[in-house]
């Protein structure tokens, strides 16, 4: 079973503050994607990394895949209040399905 | 265009009926995959479609469970005689063809057995 981590589950900052999150797993992914979700809403897509070692940019969102293909990290650079939703990670399984993080809820306070 | 689209967005229900949650599919793709989203936790994969067939249902947890797809567009997920522990978000994504296309998702049937 591919499980992958994320962490912190809640975090709650200033709007302004940097902040990184982090998804791990002990397993290769083909690729990995990074979903923001509103309440009531589904998952909607950030970025796809692929690469291993690649960089992508999003105005103020950094997204980095591991030169193993196994974990990824989200960088938030001055935190606006319209941040604030629930980020998931999820690692393509094949060409199929995806596995899902439990998700890390941000809240950034003004 | 219009997006996905699920119904009903709310379903109540009692331990032990059944239940069906209805998906619409953006137009045109042939790939549509249920997930399971439980309270505080990220989408569980269910199953995929790829046209009117079910390529990959590992992820249905027990034979309550069935889906269907009969003309390649709409979904139905079925779920026979409910349990307390079915109470979850039911998400419904589709994608042009698969086979790591971007998945559009809907926004979800929130199911509650009482």
């Known amino acids: 079973t591919q499980l992958l981590e994320q962490s912190p589950q809640f975090l709650s900052i200033q709007e302004g503050e940097n902040l990184t999150v982090y998804c791990n797993s002990s397993?290769?992914?083909?690729?990995l994607q990074w979903y923001r979700q509103e309440p009531g809403e589904g998952p909607v897509l950030l970025v796809t990394?692929?690469?291993?070692?690649e960089v992508k940019k999003l105005k103020r969102l950094t997204f980095q895949f591991g030169d193993a293909r196994k974990d990824s990290s989200l960088h938030i650079t001055a935190a606006q209040p319209g941040d604030t939703g629930l980020y998931l990670c999820?690692?393509?399984?094949?060409?199929?399905?995806?596995?899902f993080g439990q998700g890390t809820r941000l809240t950034i306070n003004p | 265009g219009a997006g996905v689209s699920q119904t009903p967005s709310n379903k109540v229900t009692e331990k032990g009926k059944y239940v069906e949650l209805r998906c619409d599919p953006i137009s045109g793709h042939t790939a549509l995959y249920w997930y399971r989203q439980s309270l505080g936790q990220g989408p569980e994969f269910l199953i995929y479609?790829?046209?009117?067939?079910?390529?990959?249902d590992s992820g249905l947890p027990n034979d309550r469970f069935f889906a269907v797809r009969p003309e390649g567009s709409v979904s139905t997920l079925k779920i026979q005689r409910t349990e307390r522990g079915d109470s979850a978000v039911y998400l419904c994504a589709s994608s042009l063809r698969g086979r790591g296309d971007e998945q559009f998702f809907g926004p979800g049937t929130r199911l509650t057995v009482l």
């Open positions: 397993s290769v992914f083909s690729s």
């Open positions: 479609f790829q046209g009117t067939g079910a390529a990959d």
């Open positions: 990394v692929v690469t291993g070692g």
């Open positions: 999820a690692g393509a399984v094949g060409a199929q399905k995806l596995v």
